[in-house]
């Protein structure tokens, strides 16, 4: 509702951004789905309906793997149409009813995790609805591959804290297929079997530590990663061999089927069709001939430090929040359990200590997740385009949520009354219900924090302003075509 609003009342900025010629005449119900759903359709969204509609016929589009965009065709494909639309706003459409139901899945994928990790309830329910305003909500709802990958990933996390090992990685593999940094998940697997390891040859006597025993299990383990790693980076290798095949193979003659004002667009801007006569790219002699990083590359100028120029500070200044939030979570959990990160959490905990270990975003199950999440801020900062790090971060970490909900938790007091009184007034706190006296989750905690705005530390006015702030300022910018992350 508000991207349609937005949508109305502010005029769309003649960005330079990929737009590709609407063919075939348009309906008035192309025209009405476009006034309540075109805000949903910008930016990088061109790219995946135009894939979604038109496979990869430009070379620039292997910048956007390919799960996502086959899902908008099966969807499209597959839901009635008692309406004369065009493709493209059948898949504008679709993106707008999968997403919707995606992020809603995501939020609850998120939930269950934090129950598995944090193993604090009210915690783990806050930062699920923290989810669900977040910072990056508009890519979570636009046509956009952010929320499919959140779901996968989040869902991979859980299985595998429950033990499933193969479930959670054949959704760790489905992720690598929506987004290139579904591979790094791969770490979740290497820690945890490296870990397993090392508590059972710490757990084992000294008489038990025998040479051939130890090489099975350190063969085992290297065999199950490898094949578990392999599974995972499988969909990206696969998706390179196809790109090698129609833009480096021998002319497939598709020149005739491409429409001439899509021809004309790749004139103008350069663009490279696939199938059409010219040489052949230059990553096609490469040794391991990866389409990704070129187009990347070459396109977009992604590249260690390259965004680092003083006309960049503005994009550095809207990825300042997210930056900061990041780095003080880490911060925070190293300055907590300084033993736990200098030994990698491999150290067997000793008996009296177990019944000591702390539950919540400092815990010591949350170790491997601060360090994926350091990890990608840091390749984020430095290797991409910095504004992109709200929704980069939004949509592969937990942590941008867990650590948000940690502050709220021990520093807002609001949050911390058993009853229905303010704990510093007496007076009965708005949004929150008689009967829930404070336990469980019959009330949410945002909402009342919310209606009880004047009352919020400023802690917590910074994190929920950060938090709907940027959700509203996406929604008014992004679908009007202003530049944003």
Same mark, same amino acid.
Not at 196 to 211: F, G, M, W
Not at 353 to 371: I, L
């Given at each position: 509702?508000?991207?349609?609003?937005?949508? &109305?009342? $502010?005029?769309?900025?003649?960005?330079?951004?990929?737009?590709?010629?609407?063919?075939?005449? +348009?309906?008035?119900?192309?025209?009405?789905?476009?006034?309540?759903?075109? !805000?949903?359709?910008?930016?990088?969204?061109?790219?995946? &309906?135009?894939?979604?509609?038109?496979?990869?016929?430009?070379?620039?589009?292997?910048?956007?793997?390919?799960?996502?965009? =086959?899902?908008?065709?099966?969807?499209?494909?597959?839901?009635?149409?008692?309406?004369?639309?065009?493709?493209?706003?059948? &898949?504008?459409?679709?993106?707008?009813?999968?997403?919707?139901?995606?992020?809603?899945?995501?939020?609850?994928?998120?939930?269950?995790?934090?129950?598995?990790?944090?193993?604090?309830?009210?915690?783990?329910?806050?930062?699920?609805?923290?989810?669900?305003?977040?910072?990056?909500?508009?890519?979570?709802?636009?046509?956009?591959?952010?929320?499919?990958?959140?779901?996968?990933?989040?869902?991979?996390? +859980?299985?595998?804290?429950?033990?499933?090992?193969?479930?959670?990685?054949?959704?760790?593999?489905?992720?690598?297929?929506? +987004?290139?940094?579904?591979?790094?998940?791969?770490?979740?697997?290497?820690?945890?079997? !490296?870990?397993?390891?090392?508590?059972?040859?710490?757990?084992?006597?000294?008489?038990?530590?025998? =040479?051939?025993?130890?090489?099975?299990?350190?063969?085992?383990?290297?065999?199950?990663?490898?094949?578990?790693?392999?599974?995972?980076?499988?969909?990206?290798?696969?998706?390179?061999?196809?790109?090698?095949?129609?833009?480096?193979?021998?002319?497939?003659?598709?020149?005739?089927?491409?429409?001439?004002?899509?021809?004309?667009?790749?004139?103008?801007?350069?663009?490279?069709?696939?199938?059409?006569?010219?040489?052949?790219?230059?990553?096609?002699?490469?040794?391991?001939?990866?389409?990704?990083?070129?187009?990347?590359?070459?396109?977009?100028?992604? !590249?260690?430090?390259?965004?680092?120029?003083?006309?960049?500070?503005?994009?550095?200044?809207?990825?300042?929040?997210?930056?900061?939030?990041?780095?003080?979570?880490?911060?925070?959990?190293?300055?907590?359990?300084?033993?736990?990160?200098?030994?990698?959490?491999?150290?067997?905990?000793?008996?009296?200590?177990?019944?000591?270990?702390?539950?919540?975003?400092?815990?010591?199950?949350?170790?491997?997740?601060?360090?994926?999440?350091?990890?990608?801020?840091?390749?984020?900062?430095?290797?991409?385009?910095?504004?992109?790090?709200? +929704?980069?971060?939004?949509?592969?970490?937990? $942590?941008?949520?867990?650590?948000?909900?940690?502050?709220?938790?021990?520093?807002?007091?609001?949050?911390?009354?058993?009853?229905?009184?303010?704990?510093?007034?007496?007076?009965?706190?708005?949004?929150?219900?008689?009967?829930?006296?404070?336990?469980?989750?019959?009330?949410?905690?945002?909402?009342?924090?919310?209606?009880?705005?004047?009352?919020?530390?400023?802690?917590?006015?910074? $994190?929920?302003?950060?938090?709907?702030?940027?959700?509203?300022?996406?929604?008014?910018?992004?679908?009007?075509?202003?530049?944003?992350?």
């Amino acid at each position: 509702v508000f991207q349609a609003a937005f949508n &109305l009342l $502010i005029p769309d900025h003649a960005a330079d951004a990929f737009s590709p010629p609407r063919l075939g005449p +348009r309906g008035r119900w192309d025209a009405l789905l476009e006034r309540l759903l075109g !805000g949903l359709g910008r930016w990088d969204a061109e790219h995946f &309906l135009f894939i979604a509609e038109r496979g990869y016929l430009l070379e620039h589009s292997c910048a956007f793997l390919p799960l996502f965009p =086959l899902s908008l065709r099966a969807v499209a494909a597959l839901l009635p149409w008692p309406l004369q639309l065009q493709p493209r706003s059948r &898949l504008l459409l679709a993106a707008a009813l999968l997403n919707a139901l995606l992020a809603a899945l995501a939020a609850a994928a998120l939930l269950g995790l934090g129950r598995a990790v944090l193993r604090h309830e009210r915690q783990a329910f806050l930062a699920a609805l923290l989810f669900s305003v977040s910072p990056a909500g508009v890519f979570m709802a636009a046509a956009y591959s952010e929320s499919v990958f959140a779901l996968l990933a989040f869902s991979a996390m +859980r299985q595998l804290e429950q033990g499933r090992s193969w479930l959670s990685g054949l959704l760790f593999s489905l992720a690598s297929g929506a +987004r290139a940094n579904g591979m790094v998940n791969a770490g979740f697997f290497l820690y945890s079997r !490296g870990r397993r390891l090392a508590l059972q040859l710490q757990e084992a006597p000294a008489s038990r530590r025998k =040479l051939p025993s130890l090489w099975k299990r350190v063969l085992s383990l290297a065999s199950s990663a490898a094949l578990t790693c392999a599974g995972i980076f499988l969909p990206f290798a696969l998706f390179q061999y196809y790109a090698y095949a129609r833009f480096c193979g021998p002319g497939t003659d598709l020149g005739q089927a491409v429409p001439e004002p899509l021809l004309q667009l790749a004139r103008d801007k350069g663009y490279r069709v696939a199938g059409v006569g010219g040489d052949k790219p230059p990553w096609c002699s490469q040794r391991f001939p990866v389409v990704y990083s070129y187009v990347q590359d070459t396109y977009w100028n992604v !590249g260690f430090l390259r965004y680092f120029e003083l006309k960049q500070i503005p994009n550095f200044l809207l990825a300042l929040p997210v930056t900061l939030l990041g780095s003080w979570a880490a911060w925070t959990y190293v300055s907590t359990n300084p033993r736990h990160c200098l030994t990698l959490g491999l150290e067997r905990s000793k008996s009296g200590d177990r019944g000591k270990a702390r539950d919540g975003f400092c815990g010591p199950a949350a170790f491997v997740y601060v360090v994926h999440a350091t990890a990608l801020l840091v390749f984020g900062f430095c290797c991409m385009h910095v504004q992109v790090l709200t +929704r980069f971060l939004g949509c592969s970490s937990p $942590i941008l949520y867990w650590f948000p909900a940690h502050l709220l938790q021990e520093h807002e007091p609001l949050l911390w009354s058993t009853g229905t009184d303010n704990p510093t007034s007496g007076k009965p706190l708005l949004g929150k219900s008689p009967r829930s006296g404070g336990k469980g989750t019959s009330d949410n905690p945002v909402v009342r924090l919310l209606l009880n705005w004047r009352l919020l530390t400023p802690l917590s006015k910074s $994190i929920l302003g950060f938090f709907l702030g940027y959700w509203l300022l996406g929604l008014i910018l992004h679908c009007n075509f202003f530049p944003w992350t």
